[in-house]
């Protein structure tokens, strides 16, 4: 069983930067797929990112291309989503996911967090 928590969620102005962490507990982190998605008001879930176990990273929408990076650190068990310049527009519930198996945009991941908000105000 994997629980992840995430946080560094908040308020923040357009063109402002906020760094999201996802930590996990449960065995052998590094061998775990790891992915932030996110769910605006009345929308669908929507992938952002995804870092492979092996090393691999990709990103959702052309929209976060350039502005928000996804990395990890396997020693303290841990994902984080830098978002740069953030738009009214990346408003949203952000949620981390974990998968041994499933990788990439697919909305398949087998253990999610509980969610953190993300607000940015024009």
Request: charged letters at 20%; hydrophobic letters at 35%.
């Amino acid at each position: 069983q994997v629980q992840l928590v995430e946080s560094g969620g908040g308020l923040v102005q357009a063109g402002g930067s906020l760094r999201l962490s996802c930590a996990a507990s449960g065995r052998a982190f590094s061998t775990l797929n790891m992915a932030w998605f996110r769910q605006a008001p009345g929308a669908e879930r929507e992938f952002v990112a995804a870092f492979s176990r092996s090393g691999g990273r990709t990103y959702g929408a052309d929209s976060v291309k350039g502005r928000f990076t996804i990395s990890r650190d396997n020693a303290k068990n841990a994902v984080y989503l830098q978002m740069n310049s953030l738009k009214p527009d990346d408003t949203a519930i952000y949620y981390c996911a974990a998968d041994y198996t499933v990788w990439g945009r697919r909305n398949e991941y087998a253990y999610w967090g509980q969610g953190t908000q993300v607000t940015v105000s024009s």
